[in-house]
């Protein structure tokens, strides 16, 4: 196996993402809301008994529960209060309503009054409309088809979340394809509502769905079995997503065979080192260590043992002789300071265009 400069998956893509860029959603297409009229709902309608005057909704409508013959189209739409503004697609049959200046004028369960450039509460702005708010790390806690949509960390909406049409594409779990802007960030994906494509870069676009927690506390990955809420080791972070957990503890260790490795891989190609396979997007490693490619196809990935990188014999060195001693610390990033623990070079073929150090084990 040759060494490499792997490209690491940084957090900030969640830290710093928006509605548009980590739902996998476009509202509307270019990112906001719009009111839109419901030409199948009339003000003529009671909403309570069947009207033959209204034009809108069928004598087969009783105006109470769903309904597929409701020619409002929505089988969300409980038809308790129609409103011949509302746009019908987030219709729960009691809101979205035309406007709003404060939450006092909305009624559940869109509570909360919105602005629609903005997305947060409204600040007497005359764009504002009721929503749901929701708390992002639970998507299915909205009302009738809708999920929860992340908002952002700087948001200041209730939750970080807000309640949006599901779209009815890739589940957690399933594979994704992701968009990206110059700067190499996710604009969009193929993921359902409250789902980011994790594991996909400019490189390799492809990833798999995996759901949005918060690492800091509540209903983390509902619905799911054998995940947990990952902080990617930053106990402060108010975002995460639902990984796999590792079952690693000893990742750099040197090993004979993979049955005495805890993450179950013992890789003869690195010199014998524990590691674990993380080629599956998914599966997350140790709070020690991170994921690295090493095949240009991306077809292996393995868990590494983190070091603070820096001058040949430097901390970062001693600390990875003190797992193993056939090891030394390896800058694998833009920040010189990032390493991972990796077997020293002994001869210049190890060390593709430049040449082996082998007095510090370090390629040069």
């Not at 739902?23 to 270019?30: F, K, L, M, T, V």
């Not at 690295?292 to 970062?316: E, H, K, V, W």
Request: proline residues 7%.
């Amino acid at each position: 196996m040759t060494k490499c400069t792997p490209r690491l998956l940084s957090v900030a893509l969640l830290a710093a993402c928006y509605l548009s860029a980590c739902s996998g959603e476009d509202r509307d297409g270019n990112g906001t809301i719009k009111k839109n009229k419901d030409a199948a709902v009339e003000e003529m309608d009671s909403g309570i008994v069947n009207n033959t005057g209204d034009s809108g909704v069928p004598a087969s409508d009783t105006g109470v529960n769903p309904n597929p013959m409701d020619a409002g189209g929505n089988p969300n739409d409980t038809g308790v209060n129609p409103n011949p503004t509302d746009s019908g697609v987030m219709d729960t049959g009691v809101m979205p309503q035309p406007g709003c200046t404060s939450n006092a004028d909305c009624i559940a369960p869109n509570n909360t009054c919105l602005s629609d450039a903005t997305l947060e509460p409204c600040n007497g702005a005359n764009d504002c409309l009721c929503a749901q708010s929701c708390a992002f790390e639970n998507p299915t806690s909205c009302a009738g088809n809708n999920r929860c949509a992340f908002l952002g960390t700087a948001s200041t909406v209730p939750g970080k979340g807000l309640c949006i049409p599901a779209n009815g594409q890739a589940a957690h779990g399933a594979a994704c394809t992701g968009t990206f802007d110059a700067q190499g960030q996710l604009t969009g994906s193929n993921c359902e509502v409250g789902n980011y494509c994790w594991g996909a870069f400019p490189d390799k676009p492809t990833g798999k769905c995996a759901q949005f927690c918060n690492p800091q506390g509540g209903p983390n990955c509902t619905g799911l079995t054998g995940y947990t809420c990952d902080n990617f080791g930053d106990p402060a972070s108010q975002v995460g997503l639902c990984l796999i957990a590792s079952t690693a503890n000893d990742n750099g260790e040197a090993c004979a065979a993979p049955n005495t490795c805890t993450g179950g891989s013992c890789e003869t190609g690195l010199g014998g080192i524990c590691t674990e396979d993380c080629v599956d997007p998914l599966q997350s490693c140790s709070q020690d260590s991170t994921c690295l490619y090493f095949a240009q196809d991306f077809s292996i990935a393995l868990c590494m043992r983190n070091c603070t990188s820096g001058a040949a014999g430097g901390p970062g060195d001693v600390f990875c002789a003190g797992v193993n001693m056939n090891l030394i610390c390896e800058n694998v990033a833009s920040d010189p300071t990032i390493g991972v623990c990796f077997p020293r070079c002994t001869m210049d073929a190890e060390c593709g265009a430049v040449t082996c150090n082998v007095a510090t084990g370090h390629c040069n």
